[in-house]
C-alpha cells in the first residue's frame, strides 16, 4: 500500500517556527518532485512549495517565499517543510503530495499521491 504520511504539525505562536515531514511508504519517491500544499477552512487546496526529484530545484508561492524552505531525504524517502516566521495566514491543514514526473508543477491535477494533511495553526 502506497502511503505519504505527515507530522509535525501543531500550535505555535506567530513568529514561531515548525517541521513538518512526510515519510513515505510502498514505493520509492525518488524520482518523484514532491509538494507540499495546503488548504484553510472555507479556502481551496493550495500550492505551498514544491522540490523536484533530485532536491535540486525548489519553487516557492509568494506567500510563503523567504520563510519556507522545502528539502528532501531520498534515502529515507521523506521530505521536509521548515516553516519560519509564521503568520496567522499560515493556518491550515498541509498536505505533502508526489507528482507524476521528476518537476512537479503548482498544479494539484499534477499530483497523484497525497498524505492525509497535518493541522497547523498560528495564534496571534
Known amino acids: 500500500q502506497v502511503q505519504l504520511v505527515e507530522s509535525g504539525g501543531g500550535l505555535v505562536q506567530a513568529g514561531g517556527s515548525l517541521t513538518l515531514s512526510c515519510a513515505g511508504s510502498?514505493?520509492?519517491?525518488?524520482?518523484?518532485?514532491m509538494g507540499w500544499f495546503r488548504q484553510a477552512p472555507g479556502k481551496e487546496r493550495e500550492f505551498v512549495a514544491r522540490?523536484?526529484?533530485?532536491?535540486?530545484?525548489?519553487v516557492y508561492a509568494d506567500s510563503v517565499k523567504g520563510r519556507f524552505t522545502i528539502s528532501r531525504d531520498n534515502a529515507k524517502n521523506t521530505v521536509y517543510l521548515q516553516m519560519n516566521s509564521l503568520k496567522s495566514e499560515d493556518t491550515a491543514v498541509y498536505y505533502c503530495?508526489?507528482?507524476?514526473?521528476?518537476?512537479?508543477?503548482?498544479?494539484?491535477?499534477?499530483?497523484?499521491?497525497w498524505g492525509q494533511g497535518t493541522q497547523v495553526t498560528v495564534s496571534s
Open positions: 522540490v523536484t526529484w533530485n532536491g535540486g530545484r525548489t
Open positions: 503530495a508526489a507528482a507524476q514526473g521528476y518537476s512537479g508543477s503548482d498544479s494539484k491535477r499534477d499530483y497523484v499521491y
Open positions: 510502498g514505493r520509492t519517491f525518488s524520482n518523484n518532485a
